[in-house]
């Protein structure tokens, strides 16, 4: 595998308002994800990992209808983090509350049929087995992206029980409430961006959304521009020699990181977290470079 440095060409032809932010569909978010998993497990040498993976979202969509409501923020909240250039969604105040250890339940218990290596049932019965602090520090460890090395299976559970939960929380916003708040910051719960995204959507031809990592929320980002510093300058992408240029690394010499842009307007099945885990081959290459890897992925924790 190699690298190629070339431009980002913008887009030539229709003028754009693109909306601030797109909110996820819980009926499709999960289901699109387990299959585009499933079509890179197809052709990789990585195929137990990515169907792993594609079971355990399979488990994410599957406890969707037996989950008792989450409940959204109020208007006081809502108002004052649009007033503050917040996150509509608090992270740093959630709590171990009913809900989420109904969800964090729920998670573990519809995984445990999901077919996988040996050392990932070892982990699942450690975490399902973790007591009411445990459980509450790893959920703290994951939002907080501190996840100890020799329980970053266990961590992997919860990371997938919290999208669940989060996702359910973004689909209820209003998405007319939202602000932006960073760069780097998804408007929603502020995640990390685990992508980018080109699209061809009305309204949004050629332009481009970072996706969260957590609650799947896609907001506006301006093309050549770092997901990370936001910095415009030293802007260049890389990819892997004869791939089919839908994926690539976008680096930024100001800080030296790079999140991978995907080109969905060329391949409209591309899902953000699953072409991510799905291209791991472009991160070894760029772990050769002189750039460290920006993006959060719950399913590639270690890379």
């Known amino acids: 595998m190699s690298a190629s440095l070339q431009p980002d060409p913008s887009v030539i032809g229709d003028v754009s308002t693109p909306p ?9 978010v999960f289901v699109a994800r387990a299959a585009r998993l499933r079509v890179y497990a197809e052709v990789s040498p990585l195929e137990p990992y990515l169907s792993f993976v594609a079971g355990l979202v399979d488990a994410q969509q599957a406890i969707l209808a037996g ?9 006081e909240t809502l108002e004052r983090a649009a007033a503050h250039q917040m996150p509509a969604l ?9 809900t989420l250890e109904q969800t964090l339940d729920a998670l573990f218990d519809a995984s445990a049929r999901v077919a996988m290596p040996a050392e990932a049932g070892e982990a699942l019965a450690r975490v399902s087995a973790a007591d009411g602090a445990q459980r509450a520090q790893m959920v703290r460890d994951v939002l907080a992206h501190a996840m100890p090395v ?4 266990e961590h992997i559970y919860v990371a997938a029980a919290l999208q ?4 359910r929380l973004a689909a209820g916003l209003d998405v007319a409430k939202l602000v932006p708040v960073g760069d780097g910051i998804c408007p929603a719960c502020g995640g990390p961006p685990v992508a980018s995204l080109v699209v061809d959507r009305p309204n949004a031809h050629g332009s481009r959304f970072c996706v969260c990592s957590l609650c799947a929320t896609q907001w506006h980002y301006v093309r050549i521009r770092c997901c990370s510093c936001g910095s415009t300058k030293g802007i260049g992408y890389q990819e892997i020699d004869h791939s089919p240029g839908t994926v690539k690394a976008e680096t930024c010499e100001e800080c030296r990181t790079y999140v991978k842009v995907m080109y969905q307007n060329k391949d409209t099945t591309i899902e953000a977290v699953a072409d991510d885990v799905g291209t791991l081959g472009l991160d070894l290459m760029m772990r050769e470079g002189p750039y460290r890897r920006a993006a959060f992925n719950p399913f590639l924790l270690g890379y």
């Open 67 to 75: 989950l008792p409501p989450v409940e959204p923020p109020d208007e």
């Open 20 to 28: 601030l932010a797109v909110l996820p569909d819980l009926a499709t």
């Open 164 to 167: 669940v939960h989060f996702v």
């Open 90 to 98: 608090d992270r740093s105040s959630l709590t171990l509350d009913d």
């Open 150 to 153: 020799e329980s970053l299976a």
